[in-house]
């Protein structure tokens, strides 16, 4: 695994499973943030959100159907 110097926004994602639906939206946007399980619902990756990568993790949260994603800080 390698260390990368990009600036981090302490930010993570959280997904409220009771909410999600599975729609697919967030890996279908983000593969690099989500993956689905064996029936489609989001599993979140074990990566950092960089500092340059805010503004799309906002759009990707935004743009669940379901609200069943949120960015908290860590």
Known sequence: ???S????TG???VVD????????RCYTLAPQWFDCD???YA?????VIGAGERTQ???VAAA???????LVEK
């Open 38 to 40: 064996d029936v489609g």
């Open 1 to 3: 695994m390698t260390q």
């Open 64 to 70: 669940c159907p379901e609200g069943a994603i949120t």
């Open 17 to 24: 499973t009771d909410l999600c639906v599975g729609h697919g």
């Open 11 to 13: 930010l993570r994602f």
């Open 57 to 59: 993790a906002e759009d």
């Open 43 to 47: 599993e979140i990756k074990d990566v």
């Open 5 to 8: 110097t990009e600036q981090t």
